[in-house]
């Protein structure tokens, strides 16, 4: 099993582009989440899905979009790329909502 | 629902007691975790307390204590490793009402640095 896999591993965008984070589960968990990670910050909730079709925003949900049509992906959408989306972006998964998140390995992006 | 933890630089000497601290705040205790990140790495799962026993053992040598009293959650190590170098997160899933969703909520995180 890959677990979570997460693509692409690095990016720099410029300001105003668009781009899509991969990521992709083999666990058949029903619960999946996307995380930004910011130094002292700790890792904070973009968007949560609990099952395929149903999405719903987390803490810091503006400038991202997602889907979710099927189990597996859970793709992250940067619609227009601005610097304060800097950080590393970790999607996760769980069997359960009450149960651990498995994370992927990550995506450092950086805007200029 | 907060989790807050003490002390964003822990260093001690290869050998010593780690203790990393965490406290939540939550009308309902949470399920609690600790996680592990490595340098550009992901996290890894170190042990999680879900409302058994309130005394956890997890991977490494790592333990952690549920306090309902004192609203903390501990993590200890008797004895440092240079291997033990790593940024450390606790992590809370509010689960009042039956279910959380899987939405995390992660304090700070605490970089622990270890001394030869």
């Known amino acids: 099993n890959a677990g979570v896999t997460q693509t692409p591993k690095f990016q720099v965008l410029k300001t105003g582009q668009s781009m899509t984070l991969q990521c992709a589960q083999d666990?058949?968990?029903?619960?999946m989440s996307w995380y930004r990670q910011d130094p002292g910050m700790g890792l904070r909730l973009i968007h949560y899905s609990v099952g395929a079709g149903i999405t719903d925003q987390g803490e810091v949900p503006n400038g991202y979009n997602v889907s979710r049509s099927t189990t597996e992906d859970f793709p992250l959408r940067l619609l227009s790329a601005a610097p304060s989306q800097t950080s590393v972006y970790f999607c996760a998964s769980s069997w359960t909502g009450n149960t651990e998140a498995f994370f992927g390995q990550g995506t450092r992006l950086t805007v200029v | 629902q907060s989790v807050t933890q003490l002390g964003s630089h822990v260093s001690v000497s290869e050998g010593a007691l780690v203790l990393l601290r965490c406290n939540y705040s939550s009308s309902v205790p949470p399920y609690l975790f600790w996680y592990v990140q490595y340098p550009n790495q992901g996290l890894q799962l170190l042990l999680k307390?879900?409302?058994?026993?309130?005394l956890v053992k997890g991977i490494n040598g790592f333990e952690a204590e549920f306090k309902k009293s004192e609203t903390s959650f501990h993590l200890t190590k008797p004895s440092a490793h240079m291997s033990d170098a790593a940024e450390y997160f606790c992590?809370?899933?509010?689960?009042?009402?039956?279910?959380?969703?899987?939405?995390?909520?992660f304090g700070q995180g605490t970089i622990l640095t270890v001394h030869p």
């Open positions: 992590a809370a899933l509010n689960n009042a009402g039956g279910t959380s969703y899987g939405k995390l909520t």
């Open positions: 307390y879900t409302s058994a026993a309130t």
């Open positions: 666990m058949n968990h029903e619960y």
